[in-house]
């Protein structure tokens, strides 16, 4: 018997590189961000706060870099379809990210930092399991919208 898995195609993997490499700047902004309040205001709120704030500039800046190579290397770049596709994932990918990685981002650290765990130890895995459920309503999103609408993101 012979079980192949669909395959995946391009869109979706420049979808989710893009979603990465904006991880992966909330991953250097964040614990940053949280270590420099660290030494304003020692206190679990504080450090969380700044953690969120750095973690929504660092995505935020690494995504539309990110969008905009990958645009220009399969030569698609335009300022207006990039500017379409945020009429899609931003107001979308904002209410994912207010409503559900940005709080799981502050109450997991500052659960961790209320029980000892470090500043970039609690952060960390916070914005790992942040990104992970973001990911997965994003991607959940962004399939029913092609379904639906026949829109790519």
Not at 81 to 100: G, N
Not at 105 to 132: D, N, P, R
């Amino acid at each position: 018997m012979d079980i192949s898995l669909p395959e995946i195609e391009q869109d979706t993997i420049h979808f989710n590189n893009e979603l990465l490499f904006a991880e992966i700047g909330g991953l250097i902004a964040s614990p940053i961000f949280g270590y420099i309040a660290f030494h304003l205001k020692p206190t679990p709120d504080f450090i969380s706060f700044f953690a969120v704030l750095g973690s929504i500039i660092g995505c935020a800046v690494f995504w539309l870099v990110t969008r905009v190579r990958n645009h220009k290397k399969r030569g698609c770049f335009s300022t207006g379809k990039i500017a379409k596709d945020m009429l899609y994932y931003t107001p979308v990918a904002s209410f994912t990210a207010f409503m559900v990685y940005q709080p799981t981002l502050f109450m997991i650290s500052s659960h961790l930092l209320e029980t000892g765990h470090g500043v970039w130890e609690s952060i960390l895995i916070a914005q790992l399991l942040a990104f992970l459920l973001f990911g997965t309503i994003i991607n959940i999103y962004r399939y029913f919208l092609e379904k639906f609408t026949g829109r790519r993101l």
